[in-house]
């Protein structure tokens, strides 16, 4: 069993910063990717960002380029979100999700959620 843990939410004013972490942790063979989605309250989970784990080749949704930079630590299985120029329409609760985690070799592999982090941004 995988579980994510999530840390770092909480309300910032607009233009301030925060910075996410989601740590993997149990029986971990590899992880294809790691990501944040978001979800407003009366909308559907979107993709904030995403990293693939061997490259590092990161994925962004158009409103947060330039604002937003996901990193991750593979020694760790951490990946972070460093989110920079908060708008307030940036609230919602962040949710981690590490892609194709397998537990050994032969394991093909499942996806994972975190229980997620609520950021608010306020005017």
């Known amino acids: 069993q995988v579980q994510l843990v999530e840390s770092g939410g909480g309300l910032v004013q607009a233009g301030g910063s925060l910075r996410l972490s989601c740590a993997a942790s149990g029986t971990i063979f590899s992880i294809n990717a790691m990501g944040w989605y978001r979800q407003a309250p009366g909308k559907q989970r979107e993709l904030v960002a995403t990293?693939?784990?061997?490259?590092?080749?990161?994925n962004y949704a158009d409103s947060v380029k330039g604002r937003f930079t996901i990193s991750r630590d593979r020694a760790k299985n951490t990946v972070y979100l460093q989110m920079n120029s908060l708008k307030p329409e940036d609230t919602a609760v962040y949710y981690c999700?590490?892609?194709?985690?397998?537990?050994?070799?032969?394991?093909?592999?499942?996806?994972?959620w975190g229980k997620g982090t609520l950021v608010t941004v306020s005017s």
């Open positions: 999700n590490a892609d194709r985690v397998r537990s050994s070799y032969t394991d093909s592999g499942m996806d994972y």
């Open positions: 990293i693939t784990t061997s490259t590092g080749r990161t």
